[in-house]
């Protein structure tokens, strides 16, 4: 009977393993199966994956896909990243049976369009897929399979847009089951998805983006032949509707797998200029107009043939255009005599002739030195002689009668900006086609940080800006950003011009986060109110700006940081790090909390004057000498010493309010920190200071039989209990004397010795045996 019971559980064993593994571990497979990642045994090695000595190694790069479809503008072009028309047409061939490219939005899908896979895949028991839609119809998005079954497929649900995947029994592999795990969408809105896989030796896991996970056990992901991949539904009739902006697909399980993106919201048939519009019910449909005064589908109306959407895509012009040569076809913004759209030899009055581009003249124009380099640590009715505080120029921190919408000047922190307070240019702060603008900000909320209509900038570095081509103006957005709250950071944007390409690059400190570019357009400023913390649409920041600078040609963040803001290699660690009603304690190297009383903040304690000195009613900064001074400017409970501190009154100087004293006033001791009129047992008096002595000032021997017990170093005397002499009749208040042990305490027994002051800080070591009783 237990022989039969082993080979009962051996057998269990052995059929909860996945399909292959030799062991509960499955370190070794059977013969014909290779190792994956020690959880499966595979007949075949997945794609981006070599065998070596019978094991399935991952090269360095699992990606599958990547496809960022919002780049790719060719409507005739056949293929796309290995992907293509099923029928070898171009992808704006009328049958629709491929998807074509948008401008702005990537590709759009009818339910007849798909993209086949030039070669074969094989997927791995784990995968990462993470896509960007807009979806408008119920469909397939992604698809491996062949004709007789569907390995992996995303598709557009009635309840969400869901991932499938079809698992083996791990104990009886002609058991073929669809597991699937679904995340809700709208129609018609822009969504980010992700959807992976983890496979163990008895199980495996799916999980989503929209934070679900599905655990199947006794199932195995298992694909052991090449399939062909689909982008839209293999069988060519039932895809998706709408549009695809990005997709990637890592044939291992990558723990941050998203995509974040914020493309233009337009529906199909609608074109982009600033804001959506219907095209006309005339224009093909396939692909659809770009622009409202034509059916063009070409960048420019002058141009009679292109093969995308993009500027260098123009091949032909419309007869009799000036100048009539692609890509162009025309002259530029304000050009009156050129030999091309960014080659204007003769402006219109009124603008400036810059590298072939006819522009208002850029503010302080220059390319050697910045048009302005402003630090804001100092107090300045106009910053930099360009921004005022608010809306009233003669009100402005921290004494010139501030009002609700002055920015408030930090020490070490620049200006404080509340989230109703803002800075504005009293005049043109006009910018060239090519400029770069820094900016050093700590904040505290996502509010507008830079404001001109053609470029503006949030405080978590997403920033929007026009691109002009002669026709229109778009305002194009990045589609990455990174977070950057409560920590100082240099952001700095690079705008430049080249070739007929404008490209933005922005940088966090010096790490390059984003590179915009555009064919066909240049940036052209426009007149227009220019602010620090705000907009024109009542968005406001909150944080900290130390400093900003400007320069009308390209400069790179290391410049700033190392020739102007903290020195070289110091980046931003001369500045502090703290809240508005914070402090930095440079004795104890801490931030510390203003006194509450301080409804604007402090530079010091004891005081919320913002001058170096308290007495100082007003100064030019924070380091400056007084300009007018204060007979009483402590807060209450503190005096202003000869040091130039408030203290508490029987310190003569100190480091901060309260028990922080560095010398005490007549008749009072420094002990430590404290001021206290007698040094306490164990210390003596030199210089106005408690000097420790080296030895305890108590020591106390209970092994002894005494009337009176008296310790040996400053000869105090301890009685037992209420008496000082043993008596024969026991008190209950005596600690009992025990041979070798010392006293014997009760609950009731203690001994009693004279009073003594001792210090705020003390060690007191006792040498005892407890026995614990419970009741």
């Known amino acids: 009977m237990i022989i039969s019971l082993a080979f009962i559980v051996f057998t269990y064993v052995v059929y909860s393993l996945n399909i292959g593994c030799h062991d509960d571990l499955c370190s070794i497979c059977h013969f014909d199966y290779y190792i994956y990642n020690s959880k499966s045994c595979l007949t075949i090695c997945p794609?981006?994956?070599?065998?070596?000595?019978?094991?399935?190694?991952?090269?360095?790069?699992?990606?599958?896909?990547?496809?960022?479809?919002?780049?790719?503008?060719?409507?005739?072009?056949?293929?796309?990243?290995?992907f293509s028309h099923p029928s070898n047409e171009s992808f704006s061939h009328p049958s629709q049976e491929s998807p074509f490219p948008t401008k702005e939005r990537g590709f759009y899908f009818n339910s007849t369009s798909r993209l086949v896979s030039d070669i074969e895949y094989v997927l791995a028991p784990e995968i990462s897929l993470a896509f960007f839609i807009k979806p408008e119809d119920f469909g397939t998005v992604l698809e491996v399979s062949n004709n007789e079954t569907t390995h992996f497929k995303v598709e557009v649900v009635t309840n969400g847009i869901q991932a499938v995947l079809s698992l083996v029994n791990s104990s009886m592999p002609e058991i073929i089951k669809e597991s699937s795990i679904t995340c809700g969408f709208v129609f018609?809105?822009?969504?980010?998805?992700?959807?992976?896989?983890?496979?163990?030796?008895?199980?495996?896991?799916?999980?989503?983006?929209?934070?679900?996970?599905?655990?199947?056990?006794?199932?195995?992901?298992?694909?052991?032949?090449?399939?062909?991949?689909?982008?839209?539904?293999?069988?060519?009739?039932?895809?998706?509707?709408?549009?695809?902006?990005?997709?990637?697909?890592?044939?291992?399980?990558?723990?941050?797998?998203?995509?974040?993106?914020?493309?233009?919201?337009?529906?199909?048939?609608?074109?982009?200029?600033?804001?959506?519009?219907?095209?006309?019910s005339n224009c093909q449909s396939w692909p659809w107009c770009i622009r409202n005064d034509?059916?063009?589908?070409?960048?420019?109306?002058?141009?009679?043939?292109?093969?995308?959407?993009?500027?260098?895509?123009?091949?032909?012009?419309?007869?009799?255009?000036?100048?009539?040569?692609?890509?162009?076809?025309?002259?530029?913004?304000?050009?009156?005599?050129?030999?091309?759209?960014?080659?204007?030899?003769?402006?219109?009055?009124?603008?400036?002739?810059?590298?072939?581009?006819?522009?208002i003249t850029p503010y302080n124009y220059n390319l050697t030195d910045p048009s302005f380099l402003i630090k804001f640590d100092d107090f300045q009715e106009i910053y930099g002689g360009i921004f005022i505080a608010g809306s009233n120029m003669t009100t402005y921190g921290p004494f010139n009668n501030p009002e609700g919408d002055d920015p408030i000047p930090a020490k070490n922190r620049g200006l404080y900006f509340t989230g109703s307070s803002y800075l504005q240019a009293n005049q043109e702060i006009m910018l060239n086609y090519q400029f770069t603008l820094s900016i050093w900000v700590l904040n505290t909320n996502k509010g507008r940080l830079w404001y001109r209509s053609r470029f503006e900038i949030w405080s978590n570095s997403i920033f929007n800006i026009g691109i002009t081509n002669y026709e229109s103006t778009t305002l194009y957005s990045p589609t990455l950003y990174k977070e950057t709250l409560n920590s100082w950071v240099l952001q700095t944007f690079n705008v430049d011009f080249f070739n007929g390409t404008l490209s933005v690059v922005y940088y966090l400190n010096q790490e390059k986060i984003e590179a915009l570019s555009h064919e066909g357009a240049a940036f052209y400023d426009i007149n227009s109110v220019t602010y620090i913390g705000r907009d024109n649409y009542g968005n406001y920041l909150t944080g900290f700006v130390y400093a900003i600078g400007l320069w009308q040609r390209i400069i790179f963040p290391t410049d700033f940081y190392q020739n102007y803001l903290c020195g070289p290699g110091k980046y931003h660690n001369c500045l502090w790090s703290c809240g508005f009603y914070n402090y930095y304690d440079t004795y104890n190297k801490r931030y510390t909390y203003c006194n509450s009383s301080c409804t604007d903040g402090c530079s010091q304690w004891g005081t919320c004057k913002k001058c170096i000195y308290?007495?100082?009613?007003?100064?030019?900064?924070?380091?400056?000498?007084?300009?007018?001074?204060?007979?009483?400017?402590?807060?209450?409970g503190f005096y202003l010493t000869d040091y130039h501190t408030c203290c508490n009154p029987i310190c003569k100087n100190c480091f901060g309010p309260w028990f922080q004293c560095l010398s005490c006033v007549q008749n009072y001791y420094l002990l430590g920190f404290h001021c206290v009129e007698t040094c306490p047992e164990g210390f003596t008096i030199i210089d106005n200071y408690c000097s420790p002595k080296a030895n305890p000032f108590l020591s106390l021997n209970l092994n002894i039989l005494s009337n009176n017990i008296t310790e040996t170093v400053s000869n105090y005397v301890f009685t037992l209990g209420k008496y000082e002499i043993i008596s024969s009749t026991y008190d209950i208040n005596n600690p009992i004397p025990m041979p070798q042990r010392g006293l014997y305490f009760t609950k009731n027994s203690y001994l009693a010795g004279p009073k003594f002051n001792i210090s705020h800080n003390f060690t007191f070591v006792l040498w005892i045996k407890v026995r614990l009783i419970f009741h």
């Open 47 to 82: 794609t981006m994956y070599e065998l070596r000595n019978n094991t399935c190694y991952a090269q360095s790069s699992t990606n599958l896909l990547s496809m960022p479809f919002y780049y790719f503008t060719s409507f005739e072009k056949k293929t796309y990243k290995g």
């Open 188 to 280: 018609k809105s822009w969504g980010a998805f992700s959807f992976k896989s983890s496979q163990l030796s008895n199980n495996i896991t799916l999980i989503a983006g929209c934070n679900k996970k599905v655990t199947i056990l006794n199932m195995e992901f298992r694909q052991d032949f090449n399939l062909s991949m689909f982008i839209g539904a293999s069988n060519g009739n039932s895809s998706f509707k709408g549009f695809l902006y990005h997709l990637k697909l890592e044939n291992s399980y990558q723990n941050d797998y998203d995509i974040s993106a914020y493309p233009d919201s337009c529906d199909s048939g609608y074109f982009v200029d600033n804001e959506c519009y219907k095209c006309d």
């Open 294 to 359: 034509s059916c063009s589908i070409c960048y420019s109306s002058n141009c009679s043939y292109c093969s995308g959407y993009l500027f260098t895509e123009c091949t032909e012009c419309t007869n009799g255009t000036i100048p009539g040569n692609p890509p162009g076809c025309t002259l530029g913004l304000n050009c009156l005599e050129g030999s091309g759209t960014f080659a204007c030899s003769l402006c219109n009055a009124s603008y400036t002739l810059i590298d072939g581009l006819c522009l």
């Open 614 to 636: 308290p007495e100082c009613d007003t100064c030019n900064d924070f380091y400056a000498d007084c300009t007018i001074i204060n007979s009483n400017p402590c807060l209450d």
